[in-house]
């Protein structure tokens, strides 16, 4: 049995109903195969995308249920990297729904997803904590037209301290209303508390784990301190899991 199996059946036992999405490389180099879907500047493997839908469709499409409408994707530790993931998602969320979806960096402590669009890290959430004015005027619309991305904004030295006032509760409230999906990125759940003050202004959150690095024994603290402060965990998600098999004959199994 191999390490990869092992481990997502620890987050199946852990994390109660994990969605069983395994992703092969999604934080390596891309190589010749790899298509550029709508937005992303960065190529995404052809399995890594039928992986990722499989996770939309688990996550936000399920038809016997109310789906959760705003998720925060949150890594277990820093050697885990979740923000091509939850960028990667939100752009094929926005392709399989016709209402509007807002890509939301919460990581003040090192932002990247506006870099992965192309764009400089403009007014965004931060701001929204200083400023007056509608929350969809620090959003920046992207080139699919439903799909949205407000930045974590002007990080400043008082940025962190904006992360649990009572403003926050109102902007993610503002933002609820007025986009019908959220897929947050935060910083690592191991190494900061910041995810704890998005994880209770949403419907839930997303564990990703890294195969052969994420330890048992973490993954299953974090996972009962987030269950003791009744933040639901969604499901986990396996990161750069490796296939003993060609991609080619995994897909016809």
Not at 38 to 53: A, Q
Not at 172 to 177: D, F, K
Not at 220 to 225: D, H, M, S
Request: aromatic content about 6%; glycine content about 8%.
């Amino acid at each position: 049995m191999s390490k990869n199996y092992e481990l997502m059946k620890q987050a199946e036992i852990g994390f109660g109903d994990a969605l069983g999405v395994t992703i092969a490389g999604i934080g390596a180099e891309s190589n010749h195969n790899a298509v550029a879907t709508t937005e992303c500047m960065t190529p995404v493997e052809p399995l890594v995308r039928e992986e990722l839908l499989k996770l939309v469709q688990r996550l936000f499409l399920i038809p016997e249920q109310a789906p959760p409408k705003a998720v925060m994707f949150a890594a277990i530790d820093a050697r885990t990297k979740c923000n091509r993931l939850c960028a990667i998602t939100a752009e094929l969320l926005a392709e399989s729904v016709p209402g509007s979806v807002c890509l939301v960096e919460g990581n003040f402590r090192a932002p990247s997803l506006p870099g992965m669009f192309g764009m400089a890290n403009h007014l965004g959430l931060a701001d929204s904590l200083r400023q007056d004015g509608p929350i969809r005027g620090f959003a920046r619309q992207l080139r699919r037209g439903n799909l949205w991305l407000l930045s974590s904004g002007s990080l400043e030295e008082d940025a962190l301290n904006l992360l649990n006032c009572e403003r926050m509760k109102e902007r993610i409230a503002e933002l609820r209303s007025e986009f019908d999906y959220l897929l947050i990125n935060v910083p690592p759940l191991n190494v900061y508390a910041d995810a704890m003050v998005f994880g209770r202004l949403v419907d839930g959150v997303l564990l990703v784990l890294e195969a052969n690095a994420t330890r048992r024994e973490s993954a299953l603290r974090i996972a009962q301190g987030l269950q003791s402060t009744r933040i639901p965990v969604l499901g986990a998600v396996l990161n750069n899991r490796t296939f003993p098999i060609p991609g080619s004959l995994y897909k016809r199994l």
